[in-house]
């Protein structure tokens, strides 16, 4: 069946530090793969998304590549803000007709400190 | 757009007592998913709905849990009766056929005491 890795949380950085957050996953064929993000007392959002191989997908300065021969879709911001703040879900849907399901990982609690 | 709307916010009940959730999901989407969210299991896909439909209740967790859709802007997700176990953040989200998006409403915050 599918899983999906992503690294324990929270993660600490200081205002304009690098981030990144890895995320690995198992799956049937060639599945499309997201990255959400929950900000405190709301839902999740699509933050970016890639749906087949080295595809990356790009949104507000995070971007994450599909690496198929390492199946890792690792999320990465150069200079992260305050704003950023929040819980960061890596998630995976099967390609093809009918594929509805999302599984998604435990999630990362980012907090970004002035 | 409004976004996918959850009724209500919080609601906090004592065991054994009936909990109806509500959601309105997004207009002109036909595809309607119940999540719930804890610190020990993460997010779990409760029940699948396309075009009002139930296709996938594998995730529903019991008999006390039901849901129903009866027409395409309204669902419900009821328990019966509560239990403590079952305080979580219950989440509806919506999309359109073939859309990758999920839509997720803001949830409910279920405190079972």
């Known amino acids: 069946g599918n899983s999906v890795t992503q690294m324990e949380g929270p993660v600490t950085l200081s205002e304009e530090a690098f981030l990144t957050i890895n995320c690995t996953y198992t799956?049937?064929?060639?599945?499309?793969l997201f990255w959400y993000v929950q900000y405190p007392g709301e839902g999740l959002q699509l933050l970016l998304k890639a749906t087949k191989a080295d595809d990356k997908g790009s949104n507000k300065g995070f971007e994450a590549t599909y690496r198929k021969e390492t199946t890792s879709f690792h999320l990465e911001k150069g200079s992260v803000q305050v704003s950023d703040s929040a819980v960061y879900f890596c998630a995976l849907k099967n390609s093809g007709a009918g594929s509805y399901q999302l599984t998604f990982g435990k999630g990362t609690k980012l907090s970004v400190i002035p | 757009d409004a976004g996918v709307i959850q009724s209500p916010r919080h609601e906090v009940t004592e065991m054994g007592q009936e909990v109806t959730l509500r959601c309105k999901p997004i207009?002109?989407?036909?595809?309607l998913f119940w999540y719930r969210q804890t610190m020990m299991r993460g997010l779990e896909l409760l029940i699948y709905f396309n075009n009002n439909v139930p296709i996938d209740d594998s995730g529903m967790p019991e008999d006390r849990f039901s849901a129903k859709m009866p027409n395409a802007s309204f669902s419900t997700l009821k328990i019966q009766p509560s239990e403590p176990r079952d305080s979580a953040v219950y989440f509806c989200?919506?999309?359109?056929?073939?859309?990758?998006?999920?839509?997720f409403g803001p949830g409910t915050r279920l405190t079972v005491t």
């Open positions: 799956a049937t064929g060639y599945p499309s």
């Open positions: 989200a919506s999309s359109s056929e073939g859309e990758y998006e999920q839509y």
């Open positions: 207009s002109g989407h036909n595809s």
